[in-house]
């Protein structure tokens, strides 16, 4: 069995037509949706100093065959789904 680490890297282009590429963290589906939680990918290092460390949550969504990753403008569900990969991610990563 290997130990290698082999990200799910997922590539999305913004409104403006900007492409950003990001590790896909964790996926999570609830009776109303969808969601991934993603962390940036940088190919500078200077980039990757200056980044937050923050979690971006997003709400997968489909039309015409082709998947959406949409921002979560209500706050409650934005904040539920915060909540559940927070404490996924804390269980992963707990130290026994």
């Known amino acids: 069995m290997s130990d290698e680490y082999n990200p799910d890297i997922v590539s999305v282009v913004d409104d403006d037509g900007v492409e950003h590429t990001f590790e896909e963290l964790d996926r999570i589906e609830t ?3 969808r969601y991934v939680a993603l962390i940036p990918v940088y190919d500078n290092s200077e ?9 971006i949550c997003l709400r997968v969504e489909e039309e015409d065959g082709e998947t959406y990753l949409c921002p979560i403008e209500n706050d409650g569900e934005f904040d539920s789904v915060r909540k559940i990969f927070e404490d996924r991610l804390n269980d992963l990563f707990e130290e026994e």
């Open 31 to 33: 009776d109303e949706a």
């Open 47 to 55: 980039d990757i100093i200056d980044d937050d460390g923050e979690i």
